[in-house]
Structures are given as structure tokens and as C-alpha cells.
Nanobody, 124 residues
Framework: QVHVEESGGGLVQPGGSLRLSCRASGGTGRPYGMGWFRQAPGKERENVAAIILNDDLPYYSDSVRGRFTISGDSAKSTVYLQMNSLTPDDTAEYYC?????????????????WGHGTQVTVSS
């Protein structure tokens, strides 16, 4: 069974940075695409960034473009999210997802392999 695990969350002051990591294991092959999603209390889960690993093709939501950078290591089935210039609006539970077949990577319903999340809190 595929296991997806995130790490790197924590408490950071506004303007600070965090780097999240996510690894997908247990699959029969390397993931086609991986994505980061976040959900804050009272809000719907939203896409943050995603990447097609083999093509090194990134996607970003408008709210994080220019501040966050997604990168991947296909050989390690691992994706990273470098988050800079963090604001309190970035506070959320961050989830990583992976898919092993070709298809969209920016929609939550395109995935069925999910991690349990890592909390990111931006506060002074």
C-alpha cells in the first residue's frame, strides 16, 4: 500500500521560512505527480503547489506564487516545498498527495494517496 508522509512543519514568525518534505513509498513505481494542499479551520482544502516529477513541471496557486517553490526528486519519490515570506494567512495543515498515473495534479480529487498532514503556524 502506498504511504505518503510529510515533515517539516512548525511554528515560524511572519516573514520567516520553512521547508516541507514529502515522500511517497510502497508504490509499484515512482509517482507521476505530487502536490501540496492546505486546509485552514473553516476553509476548504486548497491546492498550494504541484509538480509533474518526470517533467519537472511546477504549478502554483496565485496566493503563493513568487513566495513558494516546489521541487521534486523523482528517484527518491520525494517532493519539497520551500516557503518564504510566510504570513499568518499561510497558517494551515499542509497535506501532500501523490498519483502514479498521468493526469491532473492541481486538483485534490485527482489524488487518492494522501499524507496525514503537517501543521504550519505563522504567528508572532
Amino acid at each position: 500500500q502506498v504511504h505518503v508522509e510529510e515533515s517539516g512543519g512548525g511554528l515560524v514568525q511572519p516573514g520567516g521560512s520553512l521547508r516541507l518534505s514529502c515522500r511517497a513509498s510502497g508504490g509499484t513505481g515512482r509517482p507521476y505527480g505530487m502536490g501540496w494542499f492546505r486546509q485552514a479551520p473553516g476553509k476548504e482544502r486548497e491546492n498550494v503547489a504541484a509538480i509533474i516529477l518526470n517533467d519537472d513541471l511546477p504549478y502554483y496557486s496565485d496566493s503563493v506564487r513568487g513566495r513558494f517553490t516546489i521541487s521534486g526528486d523523482s528517484a527518491k519519490s520525494t517532493v519539497y516545498l520551500q516557503m518564504n515570506s510566510l504570513t499568518p494567512d499561510d497558517t494551515a495543515e499542509y497535506y501532500c498527495a501523490a498519483r502514479f498515473d498521468a493526469g491532473p495534479v492541481t486538483y485534490s480529487d485527482s489524488y487518492y494517496h494522501w499524507g496525514h498532514g503537517t501543521q504550519v503556524t505563522v504567528s508572532s
